[in-house]
């Protein structure tokens, strides 16, 4: 099970740092993903972490404000979100991908079909 905590709300310009816990499942095994939903809007990719954390991969509207990162031994995955403007208000998603390697290309680490496992979302509210 994957739970994801961290949001809330906060003014633009503003940081918040979102956790991922995995209970009875061991993470280290798993490329870890971040996903968000808006309202009205699908589900986007975020960033993602291979298993062993050597290969980072984000959406272009995150890059340079969003750092993934994680923490094996604590079965933890965190997204660091800086600057935060009003566009990145959604439900934040975590999710876990069996088949993805560290070799795997960029492409599948964004599609939502990669991942197998699912977290519960946190709301992330950015007031202009």
């Known amino acids: 099970q994957l739970q994801a905590s961290g949001g809330g709300l906060v003014q633009a310009g503003d940081s918040l740092r979102l956790s991922c816990a995995a209970s009875?499942?061991?993470?280290?095994?798993?490329?870890m993903g971040w996903f968000r939903q808006a309202p009205g809007k699908e589900r986007e990719f975020v960033a993602a972490?291979?298993?062993?954390?050597?290969?980072?991969h984000y959406a272009d509207s995150v890059k340079g404000r969003f750092t993934i990162s994680r923490d094996n031994a604590k079965n933890t995955v965190y997204l660091q979100m800086n600057t935060l403007q009003p566009e990145d208000t959604a439900v934040y998603y975590c999710?876990?991908?069996?088949?993805?390697?560290?070799?795997?290309?960029?492409?599948?680490?964004?599609?939502?079909?990669?991942?197998?496992?699912w977290g519960q979302g946190t709301l992330v509210t950015v007031s202009s």
């Open positions: 009875g499942r061991t993470v280290s095994r798993y490329a």
């Open positions: 972490i291979s298993s062993s954390g050597g290969s980072t």
């Open positions: 999710a876990a991908g069996g088949a993805l390697t560290y070799y795997s290309a960029n492409y599948y680490y964004t599609l939502l079909r990669s991942y197998d496992h």
